[in-house]
């Protein structure tokens, strides 16, 4: 055997080794099983463009356009904080659209000065509910695209498919690198993440705004909306716990946003039968469900409170950390550094937060993570994300 | 036919696909996943 091959060989076995050392933290936090050490994960997304060393400076635009240039950035961003999971690898926001249809036109805007900030959807009228719901790619097609875009050449439309096709590339050969180059699990496999119909409602095609009157304007049309997607949403749940998942860390997972704007009415009609058959499936297959929910959680908690221990992992963003411990002590949480401690305190004031973090909740099904998704540059700060980062990676807790 | 423009309708969309230089069992599927991207891009 020659040597690059022996070399190869046991660069491969290393990874190897690491990822499954990883898989192994992740799944004694989950399953509140003592894990040797906390096991962290990075909200970092276009972030890390602004943290980069690469010269000349990229601007948002550059690098969410060039996937050369974002891989640097990614593998610069991995090899600089060694987090054991990550929710992005650039593949956030693919402006490359941007040229066929004008940066006015997206929904995800490109700002070299501000970063990146979402447009508030206006494209579906109130009438359109269910034409969304029977046929969301020819509603798109006839609807949307038409309203949002105007007049598209058939050049422009391949055009549009050929940037979608360099960002699939990207994406699976950034999966690739990140398990066998570095060793580091993936989240979940991209077809276990399931969207409810609300959601995209609130973030897709009616805004927060409109979505907020909605529920209460068109509630009949929205319960029925959702009562036909959620069909699509349990067959998915069941098709994403029967998959063989081996380098993932969640089986299934989904995000809440909309849920901030709805009371526990709404909630409960809107949008807990999709989500109470996933976890009840999850469950009772004794599988791993992941919650990203943004904003609040606590009034919420009485939904997810008697499930047994090791199922769900919630994440939090705006609440204390310790007060969600407190009404959810049953669920893993995922959390603690906070955006405002990054920029603020100084790196020993951090690692003393994460020391109390690590201490007080490391043995009861915590994962520690960024409060929210760091994505402007005052998000945080190199030398306190650095400082928490490799105190957790060298403390044992057990 | 690459400067004139598509229609948005039904047959339109699969005129599209039809035109796209990619395999012929993915044509309509990538449409589909690429339209649904840019509308969340």
Known sequence: ?398 | MDNEYVEYTVEGFKKAAEALGISEDQKEMMLSISINSLIMA
């Open chain 1, 1 to 398: 055997m020659c040597l690059p091959t022996i070399i190869r060989r046991y660069k491969l076995a290393t990874e190897r080794n690491k990822i499954n050392e990883r898989l192994h933290l992740f799944n004694d936090a989950i399953r509140f099983n003592n894990p040797k050490r906390v096991p962290t994960f990075s909200n970092l997304i276009t972030w890390k463009i602004h943290d980069t060393d690469i010269q000349p400076k990229p601007t948002i635009l550059e690098a969410t356009c060039d996937w050369e240039l974002m891989e640097k950035i990614v593998r610069e961003s991995i090899e600089r904080y060694n987090f054991d999971a990550y929710i992005d690898y650039g593949t956030r926001n693919n402006s490359n659209y941007h040229k066929v249809v004008g940066m006015d036109k997206m929904t995800q805007v490109i700002d070299d000065t501000h970063g990146v900030y979402a447009q508030e959807p206006n494209s579906m009228r109130d009438s359109e509910f269910w034409e969304f719901g029977e046929d969301q790619t020819m509603y798109n097609w006839t609807k949307i695209m038409p309203r949002r875009y105007g007049k598209l050449t058939y050049a422009q439309i391949k055009q549009i498919v050929d940037y979608t096709l360099e960002f699939i590339d990207y994406s699976q050969r950034m999966d690739e690198i990140t398990v066998n180059e570095y060793g580091i699990p993936t989240l979940m496999d991209g077809n276990a993440w399931l969207m409810v119909a609300v959601e995209w409602l609130f973030g897709v095609y009616r805004g927060i705004s409109k979505f907020s009157l909605d529920m209460r304007r068109h509630a009949k049309e929205i319960e029925e909306l959702s009562g036909i997607q959620n069909q699509q949403l349990f067959a998915q749940t069941d098709s994403a716990l029967s998959l063989q998942t081996e380098n993932c860390i969640f089986d299934i997972g989904t995000s809440f946003l909309a849920h901030s704007v709805m009371n526990i009415k709404q909630f409960e009609k809107l949008y807990w039968p999709a989500i109470k058959y996933a976890i009840d499936k999850a469950e009772a297959a004794d599988k791993k469900m992941f919650i990203f929910a943004e904003a609040d959680i606590i009034r919420f908690a009485d939904f997810f409170k008697d499930y047994q221990k090791g199922t769900l992992t919630i994440s939090v963003e705006m609440e204390n950390i310790y007060d969600v411990r407190k009404v959810l002590p049953n669920c893993c949480l995922m959390g603690g550094i906070t955006v405002d401690m990054l920029v603020h305190n100084t790196p020993a004031e951090c690692v003393a937060e994460a020391k109390k973090l690590c201490d007080e909740l490391g043995n009861n099904g915590y994962i520690m993570s960024q409060n929210k998704l760091l994505s402007f540059k005052n998000d945080a700060k190199r030398d306190t994300l650095k400082a928490v980062q490799d105190f957790v990676l060298n403390y044992n807790i057990n």
